[in-house]
């Protein structure tokens, strides 16, 4: 087990003149932001530069980026989820080891996930609350610093919430992998055909083709790229459905994935919610933007409160490049380096300077330089948590 700091970054309003600038804004009751404060944000303020990829934890009140290979993380850290060997929370980020080699990071309700190292995939690791198995190491112990979960290093992609996902390159194709699922199951998120909760990672079907995974409160989403066959996209959902959140127009939990949509053009990206699910179906540069689910605050962005079982298209524009939904609202990010946001905004999380929810997209400040992913599974330069988001500025 590396040793691990506790070593405070300052934060500031005014930013130096640098690259990968770390902006953050919402609900800050726990020290999530990361600005040494407790005091919510309605605009976006920044924080450190020289970041990779961020995530703001799906419900837990914390928050994680990773800066030059350093992870560093801040907030509640009751359940040890921060990973500074410690139950303390903290309100200024605190380094997780001292390692330089941290690829990507990704938080969920009591508990986080990480991979490690590069090339084709990296090792997975985890730590924070265990009681349905969501660290994967078959216990239900949990922990406050990161341990490796199994022996492969393979692994290329992760989500989390109350459930666990993870896709693992098998040598086909690395950019898509076999998918694995493990912790809460009560509603069939898993996709293993049950309701059974698992403490360690079990592989969903057979197929080696998924290319980008999601959880959500109890469901879940992924695209499947036949990168062997016709070339086509698909995507799949399956769990909880008693919002419409699997988008196979019926509001009938699944505990198996089941087909939502397919096209030849690529799919670039996919992103779960408390309630509600979206995607982006690519048209030459960004593409169109897709909702379903849950929309009693306005998360779905089509103008309206009514939840949709089945996917409807925000606004008319084929510019969305980005896509990621916070818990009961949504963020994305447009071809012109302009950031969005819709849905609740009691704690300011939409950004925009004020505490009113919206039902359709407004812009999150003026800024048009927010850094745009090179490809899809990039890691996260845009993440949507419980009522606060992050985003990398260049």
């Not at 080696?208 to 066959?229: E, M, N, P, R, T």
């Not at 799919?267 to 699910?277: A, E, K, N, Q, Y």
């Not at 994305?332 to 505490?355: C, E, H, I, P, S």
Request: glycine share 14%.
């Amino acid at each position: 087990m590396p040793l691990l700091y506790r070593i405070p970054l300052s934060a500031s309003k005014a930013p130096p003149p640098t690259t990968n600038n770390l902006y953050v804004w919402g609900r800050n009751v726990a020290g999530e932001l990361g600005d040494g404060t407790t005091t919510d944000r309605s605009s976006p303020i920044f924080i450190v530069d020289s970041v990779q990829t961020v995530s703001a934890s799906f419900g837990g009140g914390f928050s994680h980026f990773i800066k030059s290979g350093e992870l560093w993380g801040s907030g509640y850290n009751g359940y040890g989820t921060i990973g500074d060997n410690s139950t303390t929370s903290v309100s200024s980020p605190v380094q997780v080891g001292s390692d330089t080699d941290w690829s990507n990071v990704v938080g969920g309700e009591t508990h986080t996930l990480a991979l490690k190292g590069g090339g084709f995939g990296s090792a997975l690791f985890a730590w924070g609350a265990n009681y349905f198995g969501q660290l994967g190491d078959g216990t239900t112990n949990g922990q406050s610093s990161p341990i490796q979960i199994g022996a492969n290093t393979s692994w290329i992609q992760i989500s989390a919430s109350a459930h666990s996902l993870a896709i693992r390159y098998e040598g086909s194709n690395y950019e898509i992998g076999t998918l694995w699922a493990w912790a809460f199951n009560a509603f069939g998120e898993l996709g293993l055909g049950d309701t059974t909760d698992r403490s360690s990672p079990v592989q969903v079907g057979s197929d080696d083709w998924w290319f980008l995974v999601d959880a959500g409160y109890y469901h879940s989403a992924a695209i499947k790229w036949d990168a062997q066959g016709f070339g086509d996209y698909s995507l799949w959902t399956w769990g909880y459905n008693g919002n419409g959140q699997l988008g196979d127009g019926t509001t009938t939990d699944r505990s198996s994935p089941v087909q939502v949509t397919s096209s030849y053009n690529r799919m670039i990206s996919v992103s779960c919610g408390s309630f509600h699910t979206a995607y982006i179906l690519e048209d030459s540069y960004g593409g169109s933007l897709w909702t379903f689910g849950g929309n009693s605050i306005g998360e779905l962005g089509d103008g309206t409160t009514t939840d949709r079982s089945s996917p409807v298209q925000v606004g008319a524009g084929n510019d969305w490049l980005y896509v990621a939904c916070g818990n009961n609202n949504t963020y994305a990010l447009k071809t012109d380096g302009t950031v969005w946001a819709w849905g609740w905004n009691l704690y300011g999380q939409l950004g925009d300077g004020t505490t009113t929810s919206r039902s359709s997209p407004i812009q999150v400040g003026s800024l048009t330089t927010w850094v745009i992913p090179s490809e899809p599974f990039n890691y996260a330069y845009l993440s949507g948590g419980s009522n606060m988001a992050m985003a990398i500025l260049s």
